[in-house]
């Protein structure tokens, strides 16, 4: 995809800083970090070079300035950054502009926007605070955001049309991984769910909870910057095969200052596309997937302030919440009629201390907790509401230590979160309708077939508890047989606890048969398993045959993990290499793993201007507990019991496995990784062309070899490839007095996957002996070279501009994105090749999809320190209708033209 990056304005800040005196270069990535500001360097202009001490309050310009003054450089201050430039001989020195407040600020400037070092790769890309205020905001998630980076795919269920009452974060793909095989960190903390994460919504799931890839939801609004890894990943970072999502909080800028907010959106601000074959769906709605109603709303306050010159603090609470009023006839709570009503709530409270206690020593410490809890009920099923509890807590704590030719930094964390449902009933049944009693069902095609459904699934808690500890050297650059080398080495150690319990036991009536009489029995008790009240379908009354219990019981994963890298980033005159090496071995793997990654760069003509980069690495992910809990959850249910008549119920018995878990085999699942860049400064701007290629290996999936006997193996592939050209301007486009920054891209993907995830039911290794080939479009093809029906819009294209009009006091950003239609794999049956059957795949095809988001920040202009602000998020504004899906019959559609309104004040 082609990138391009655009920030609003934002003047510069006095800050205190601390900064030891040492090589140039660090000096300048220390300053520019603290700052949260980004500058290109390159070390080897550089090379020798050192810095005095600084220490006091500075403005980024005049603290550049301060570092550089006898160097022989000064910065360039561009929409894309900092770079560094040299003094010409004959230029007197720069003069540093005054440290000023920004309510003293004149004429604003397009702020910087972070990007990379020189020594990064290709493969990483920075958003920082301006680039995510120019986005449309949506829920708020960090996901969300990155729609505007290359090489990254979404969920296409995530815009349906009938499901915008969610709140919960989007999935994506990086280079065609698995959603559920991405790193999530804040602040160096993995937020990563282990428990269940491909799980997604399992309200109607006995057994199962619903579950999610990102433990937390955290909200953008906390973040100073997020970086995406999907390439070229260094060693350090583990326990992934898909990309490295990284978010990070900043240190704060001013002695005291904070803001509230409040936003909102509802579903009578949003233009619903609906096909005419659903309109029933959504007008008669007992589930939230078709919402005809909504109302969303987000309060968030945050304080920032120094205490001492030395302590800085940064507190945040956000809330967002969701009420979904739902209309049908059988969705309310009591069965004595009227509207029930979902809803939704997240929270993130957050609290994080920057405190340098001494010159060379610089520690943080926060706790993050992100609780989600929604009441929800069971579709149609009368009194069967839950309480869903996803999130937790985190607890994060960093030391950077300088010492003279090394930094030796140390990370603890600790971790607990939850997926788990909370229900009202444990009791479940399932009756024929009848009016005298069992009356608040609904006809499926006629009365006569017409259920009543009662009670919940019981509830279930699911745990998961962790604790890593990181510790990592990084060496100043020394020279060894002619070559400059930067050392790097750290270990971690990791312990986790995950946990499934069934908190009650569980009891399924079902199976109504036909029954006349009264329901006493024989010992003068009332069954109540049993109604005497004539049914639709014309008995006398009835009771139910079948039960099935599932004992209250609690099963615990332990995995204790270790992980070592070693990497050595080598230049040479334009050459560089970066060669790294991860050792990582865990209790519940069968053997240890080795990860080699490697990147190699080169600068053509040594000014920066033009580089090549290519890479090869091996990315190990990650196993989950759910394969281990599906193990143990069959042995709380019992057998099916049967009878006849209003008799007792056979003792329990335990239900048999059919399921085969070779767990001492079941290896950890990995991704290949080749890669080639190509990046080029030119007309201002910085143009890119990247190529992935990624082998997907060892998948775990359960495989259906046979009737009734199952494996859990790693049997999945996949296969994608990747081609993204990317550009963005190196200053802002200045019209007039407005300045516009523009980011936009091509991406083409094309991607083949055995699985869509690791507990998908694949039945493709039959009849056919195990083989693993299908019939696809009429062609007997290997699994493999199916096409994946999600994550996989063949082209996409993307712009990102945005303006600034100082007068005005107004940014806007403008968003479009160009979505390729593709064709969805679906089964249809079997087919005979050669005398062997294989299940038949076939296309359905969808349209190509156009939007255009907008997002309009106004400062409101005020005579005080109070400067109250408005946002206004358009998405769709052009109330196209795309479609996302074909069910055969028709079409599912992407939502219409959507408004957001946020308003504020900062002090």
Not at 870 to 893: H, M, Q, R
Request: proline content about 4%.
């Amino acid at each position: 995809m082609l990138t391009l990056s655009v920030a609003p304005a934002r003047a510069q800040e006095a800050a205190y800083y601390d900064i030891p005196a040492g090589p140039l270069g660090e000096a300048l990535n220390r300053f520019a970090l603290q700052a949260g500001v980004a500058i290109a360097v390159d070390a080897e202009k550089l090379r020798g070079l050192r810095a005095e001490k600084l220490k006091g309050r500075y403005d980024v310009d005049s603290g550049f300035h301060f570092l550089l003054r006898h160097s022989g450089y000064r910065v360039s201050r561009t929409a894309a950054g900092y770079v560094l430039v040299a003094v010409p001989a004959s230029a007197p020195a720069p003069v540093p502009a005054p440290a000023v407040r920004r309510e003293e600020a004149g004429d604003p400037e397009l702020a910087e926007t972070l990007v990379v070092d020189q020594r990064e790769s290709a493969g990483v890309a920075v958003l920082d605070r301006h680039t995510i205020d120019a986005m449309t905001s949506g829920n708020g998630d960090i996901t969300s955001v990155l729609r505007v980076l290359p090489n990254i795919q979404f969920d296409k269920a995530k815009a349906h049309t009938g499901t915008q009452g969610e709140i919960a974060p989007a999935d994506i793909s990086i280079n065609g991984a698995k959603f559920y095989q991405n790193l999530f960190q804040l602040d160096g903390m993995s937020f990563n769910n282990d428990i269940d994460p491909a799980s997604g919504d399992k309200s109607a799931s006995i057994a199962e909870v619903s579950s999610a890839a990102q433990g937390f939801a955290i909200d953008t609004s906390l973040l100073c910057k997020i970086t995406v890894r999907d390439s070229n990943v260094p060693a350090e970072f583990g326990g992934f095969s898909g990309g490295v999502v990284s978010a990070d909080t900043c240190a704060p800028t001013k002695d005291f200052a904070g803001s509230v907010s409040v936003g909102t959106t509802r579903s009578s601000w949003m233009e619903y596309k609906i096909a005419p074959e659903q309109r029933a769906d959504y007008e008669d709605a007992t589930s939230p997937n078709y919402a005809r109603a909504f109302d969303k709303w987000t309060y968030k306050a945050s304080l920032q302030g120094r205490p001492t010159e030395n302590l800085g603090l940064i507190g945040s609470f956000v809330r967002k919440t969701s009420t979904i009023p739902l209309n049908g006839n059988s969705a309310f709570r009591n069965g004595n009629g009227g509207h029930a009503e979902q809803s939704r709530q997240t929270d993130n409270f957050f609290v994080k201390a920057f405190w340098k206690p001494t010159a060379g020593n610089d520690v943080d410490f926060s706790i993050s907790y992100a609780p989600t809890d929604d009441q929800r009920f069971i579709e149609s099923i009368k009194d069967s509401q839950f309480t869903y509890k996803a999130g937790g807590l985190g607890l994060n704590a960093g030391i950077a230590t300088h010492f003279d030719g090394f930094t030796l930094s140390q990370r603890a964390t600790y971790t607990e979160m939850e997926s788990s449902r909370d229900g009202d009933s444990s009791i479940y049944k399932t009756w024929r309708y009848s009016a005298g009693d069992k009356n608040w069902g609904v006809p499926t095609s006629t009365w006569a077939n017409a259920l009543s459904l009662e009670g919940g699934y019981g509830s279930i808690e699911q745990r998961q508890t962790a604790l890593n500890y990181q510790m990592k050297l990084d060496w100043d650059p020394v020279s060894l047989i002619g070559l400059e080398h930067r050392f790097q080495a750290g270990f971690e150690l990791a312990e986790k606890e995950s946990s499934y319990e069934r908190k009650t036991q569980y009891e399924s009536y079902y199976n109504p048969a036909t029954w006349s009489g009264g329901c006493v029995r024989a010992g003068g008790t009332t069954d109540p398993y049993c109604s005497a009240s004539p049914t639709s379908n014309g008995w006398a009354g009835q009771y139910l045959r079948n039960r099935v219990i599932y004992l209250a019981g609690k099963y615990s994963i332990f995995d204790r993990s270790a992980g070592i890298f070693l990497q050595d980033e080598i230049r040479k005159g334009n050459f560089s290499a970066r060669l790294g090496l991860r050792y990582d071995d865990s209790k519940l793997a069968p053997q240890a793993n080795l990860a080699p990654r490697s990147a190699f760069s080169y600068d053509l003509f040594g000014d920066g201007n033009t580089r090549l980069e290519a890479g090869a690495n091996r990315y190990y992910g990650r196993n989950f507990m759910t394969y281990y809990m599906q193990a143990n959850r069959l042995s709380l249910q019992s057998m099916i019991a049967t009878r006849t008549g209003l008799v007792d119920w056979a003792p329990f018995t335990p239900a048999s496995s059919a399921i085969t878990y070779r767990f001492e085999e079941l290896k950890t699942p990995y991704d290949d990784e080749v890669m080639l860049a190509f990046r080029q400064k030119w007309a201002g701007a910085l143009w890119g062309i990247k190529y992935v290629d990624r082998k997907s290996r060892d998948q775990v999936v359960r495989v259906l070899r046979k009737a009734g006997d199952s494996w859990v193996e790693n049997s999945g592939t996949g296969e994608a490839q990747t081609l993204s050209l990317t550009a963005e301007t190196l200053r802002p486009i200045r019209i007039g007095e407005t300045r516009t920054s523009i980011m936009a891209g091509i991406d083409k993907i094309e991607s083949r996957t055995s699985h869509a995830n690791y507990f998908s039911d694949e039945s493709d290794f039959n009849d056919n002996g195990g083989l693993g080939y299908i019939v696809y479009d009429g062609n007997l093809i290997q699994a493999i070279n199916k096409p994946a029906d999600n994550y996989n819009r063949p082209l996409t294209a993307r712009l990102l501009l945005t303006t600034l009009i100082p007068s005005a006091n107004v940014t806007i950003g403008n968003f479009l994105s160009y979505r390729e239609g593709y064709q969805k794999v679906v089964r249809n049956g079997l087919k005979e090749v050669g005398g062997v059957l294989y299940h038949n795949y076939e296309r359905l095809s969808f349209k190509s999809a156009f939007t255009w988001d907008m997002r309009i920040n106004w400062d409101i202009p005020s005579p005080t320190a109070q400067k109250p602000y408005v946002s206004l998020s358009i998405d769709n504004v052009l109330n196209a209708t795309n479609p996302i899906e074909n069910s055969g019959t028709y079409l599912v559609y992407e939502k219409g033209r959507q408004f957001w309104l946020e308003f504020g004040v900062k002090f």
